[in-house]
């Protein structure tokens, strides 16, 4: 049973990379907005149709499709945050809940008008070689997977600690008024956020395309596993969210890969894990893993 | 077609089934997201809970329909008191996770519990009530059975939203720290509010497996969640009489689609988006209306 320890290992780096990814965009755009993005699995859902459509059906190589697909992912971004999230935010926290899930179901329909409700997935034909390496396979593919994450999150974390934008961000998170009145445009840094945000969701989306498949449906599952990291790491800590990210990845692949006194569970019960570590740490520590109790007014 | 004829049609018998059925999921809907502006995104999965105590008690065990009915609407409620018990403890976007992470949960089981729920497979099969002769499986007789159960859900909801109930909940959702004062039981009156809610969302499941003869996983999707909401949201959350108003549009909007000249794989799709469009619409029209500013004391 041990011996399939380091595969299950590898296999969750992968699977936490991609996680990583998808959540670290939320929890930047919730740490600012204070919004729950219900839509955000579904824009990464975007990411991947539209690097479909540039890439296979309309055969362009790999990066002006990468390039085409971002612009239409920032178009999209700066359209969600301007007509689904901003106008909403002053009169309800529950209005751009809601929205937001509209936004997500408009999104989900469009793409099964237009590509079918079936399964796809982009074709990788020398990404597929296994490589072995001390008794673990591993594809370039899922290298590249882990080392891009690895530097994107990097990038991210530069961004948010040392440079002026990331001093603008978290000047806003801390007290919007007073970072506004000392000259701080909201608006221009919640733009810019929101569209990082989408871009990381929208990479991760092809990420998932590459390693395993896409569906109009997807967004939604996505969604919940970007929550249940964000709940995990203490919502709105991007750090906290990026190891959630991981620990779910362990969980997922653990649960079902090792067996536990000779029962061991269906693939499919990996899903129904993660809903349910939201649920026990709500239920535990709703502060999140990493967070620390605090009182709001 | 003369308008008696067209009323008479089992086309006009089965909308208003539908419409009969969806009024009990509505109005049920109404009393815990409209009255206590609770968020409450696990809707479905006490209709789903309904459904299918429902589907198997009548195929498996062949149990005449008061049994099954009143298990239906006592499982539902269970799961209320369980959702209730971690959800109820948790505030704003934590309920929104939390419920929805409970309503995953639940899919992921009804998907993955293969030998209790035949999984995407679904249980074909389940007959119609059986009592005093009648022949349920008459679309006239079964609408009357459900007329009946769903005239008598609106008077028990009316009778609640007037109730001290209704008033409590109301006042909470307004100013929970000055109800909490007036000595209301906050955490109470939520989970008798969540208790009835879910328990007649179980009836209406119950209702539904009946009427289909046939039940699977996919009709307990996030996108029917989405339409409860709309209807809920369309009826302006906590109006009584909107909301029957609203089910009866809402259920009957889609149907021209029907008549037009569609590929039907489309069709569910458009009907999603459809939903999706006008719940955007609504929310953007009234958003300053929708869930008025709390009152300043």
Same mark, same amino acid.
């Given at each position: ?5 380091? !595969? ?24 600012? %907005?204070?919004?729950?993005? @219900? ?8 990411? $991947?149709?539209? @690097?479909?459509? @540039? ?39 529950? %209005? ?47 290298? @590249? #997977? ?5 530097? #994107? ?50 990479? $991760?989306? #092809? ?79 709703? !502060? ?10 | ?7 008479? +049609? ?50 498996? *065990? ?5 049994? *099954? ?89 009316? *009778? ?78 906590? +109006? ?11 259920? =009957? ?20 988006? =459809? ?23």
């Amino acid at each position: 049973m041990l011996s399939i320890l380091p !595969q299950l290992l590898v296999n969750s780096l992968i699977t936490g990379s991609i996680y990583a990814l998808a959540s670290s965009g939320l929890a930047l755009s919730y740490g600012l %907005l204070r919004i729950l993005n @219900f839509a955000h699995g579904h824009i990464m859902m975007i990411g $991947a149709y539209t @690097f479909l459509f @540039f890439h296979v059906q309309e055969e362009m190589s790999f990066l002006p499709a990468a390039i085409f697909s971002t612009a239409c992912v920032v178009a999209l971004g700066a359209c969600a945050l301007s007509a689904f999230i901003l106008p909403f935010m002053r009169s309800s926290s529950l %209005l751009p809940l809601i929205t937001t899930i509209a936004l997500g179901t408009i999104l989900e329909s469009l793409v099964s008008i237009f590509f079918g409700v079936n399964v796809r997935s982009f074709p990788s034909a020398s990404a597929s070689e296994s490589i072995e390496c001390g008794g673990v396979y591993i594809t370039p593919l899922q290298i @590249f #997977i882990i080392s891009s994450a690895l530097v #994107i999150l990097g990038v991210l974390g530069f961004i948010v600690h040392k440079t002026s934008l990331g001093r603008k961000v978290r000047a806003i998170a801390e007290n919007k008024p007073a970072a506004e009145g000392l000259g701080i445009s909201s608006t221009f840094v919640m733009y810019t956020v929101f569209i990082i945000s989408t871009i990381l969701g929208a990479y $991760a989306g #092809i990420l998932v395309g590459y390693e395993t498949n896409i569906q109009p449906t997807m967004g939604g599952s996505y969604s919940i596993k970007a929550f249940a990291a964000m709940v995990l790491g203490g919502l709105g800590n991007i750090w906290g969210t990026i190891a959630g990210a991981f620990i779910l990845g362990l969980v997922e692949n653990l649960s079902i890969g090792l067996d536990f006194w000779g029962y061991s569970l269906p693939a499919g019960y990996k899903d129904a894990f993660a809903f349910l570590i939201i649920l026990a740490v709500l239920l535990l520590r709703p !502060q999140g893993l990493f967070g620390t109790v605090s009182r709001s007014s | 077609m003369d308008l008696v004829q067209l009323l008479t +049609s089992d086309y006009a018998i089965h909308l208003a089934i539908l419409i009969a059925l969806y009024l009990i999921l509505a109005q049920s809907l109404n009393l815990t997201f409209g009255l206590g502006q609770l968020f409450n995104l696990a809707h479905v999965a006490s209709y789903a809970v309904g459904a299918y105590a429902t589907a198997l008690l009548s195929t498996e *065990c062949e149990s005449p329909f008061w049994v *099954c009915i009143t298990v239906s609407v006592l499982l539902s409620g269970l799961f209320a008191v369980l959702l209730g018990g971690i959800a109820l403890r948790l505030s704003n976007d934590y309920f929104a996770i939390g419920t929805l992470a409970f309503s995953s949960v639940v899919s992921a089981l009804l998907i993955n519990w293969k030998s209790l729920t035949k999984g995407v497979l679904g249980i074909p099969g389940i007959p119609r009530p059986e009592f005093f002769g009648i022949d349920f499986y008459q679309n006239v007789n079964f609408l009357a059975l459900i007329g009946v159960f769903a005239a008598l859900t609106q008077v028990l909801l009316y *009778c609640l939203y007037v109730s001290p109930l209704g008033r409590s909940l109301r006042a909470l959702a307004e100013y929970e720290r000055a109800a909490a004062a007036l000595g209301t039981d906050t955490r109470l009156i939520r989970n008798i509010a969540f208790f009835i809610s879910s328990s007649l969302a179980g009836l209406a499941g119950s209702f539904f497996a009946y009427y289909l003869n046939y039940i699977d996983p996919s009709s307990f999707a996030l996108s029917e969640m989405v339409f409860v909401l709309t209807i809920v949201i369309v009826g302006k959350p906590g +109006s009584f009489m909107g909301v029957i108003g609203a089910t009866i549009f809402l259920v =009957l909007l889609p149907e021209p689609l029907r008549f037009l000249d569609i590929n039907s794989a489309y069709l569910g799709p458009m009907r999603q988006l =459809l939903h999706a469009g006008i719940l955007f619409g609504v929310v953007w029209w009234n958003r300053h209306r929708l869930f008025p500013q709390r009152r300043q004391v």
